[in-house]
């Protein structure tokens, strides 16, 4: 009896540890919202100028309008949001992998992921890195590059394997920035409805 015991319970454990990334797959959220961190390399507060008439909206993915800019007016951008979809972007972990905890740090903090792990791509972040989550935690400037079968990477010693949906570098993010006019009016403007160079950093 007892040796049936201990054979049901190791296959139970067996069963667990084969299925835990496929659990761990199934409850990554559908959806997360990154605040104040562009999907590239650049800074949130800049100046912009803007080549194209743009349409301003009180609040992302809203329809009320609160105001419009003329092309070549000079704005501000204040913030900026980031919808992203980490259950369609989940990366399994080949080799043990050291990931930044903060974005920014005079004494850098380290999450160490082993072989095994499943993480989940949020956001490019510029350089080739990408911002990923896991359990709850963001996990900064993970090398894209070094994923073999995401996008066209193909490196010869990678960190982990994609395993999501097949998408671009952009992974179907849905980006909007808050813009300041001159005369303080504020608003949120989405880039995707504009031609590429339609909001050019303004260096005076």
Known sequence: ?????????????ALFFSTAAYVSAEQAPANYTV??????????NVKLKVQN??????????????????????VKRISCV?????????????????????????SPEFITLYPGTIVYLLQYTGEGTYLALWNGQLLWWLEGYNISGFTNANPSSPWGVYLGEATD???????WMCLRKADGTVGW???????????????K
């Open 1 to 13: 009896m007892n040796k049936m015991l201990m054979k049901l319970t190791c296959l139970l454990m």
């Open 35 to 44: 605040w104040d961190r562009m999907p590239a390399e650049a800074a949130v």
């Open 53 to 74: 008439a743009v349409t301003l909206y009180t609040a992302p993915n809203s329809g009320k309008v609160s105001s419009t800019i003329s092309s070549g007016e000079i």
């Open 82 to 106: 980031v919808y992203t979809h980490p259950s369609r972007h989940a990366v399994k972990v080949l080799k043990t992998t050291k990931a930044y905890k903060y974005e920014h740090s005079s």
């Open 169 to 175: 570098a952009s992974l179907g993010i849905d980006f």
């Open 189 to 203: 403007a989405h880039p995707k409805d504009y031609p590429s160079g339609t909001f050019n950093q303004y260096w």
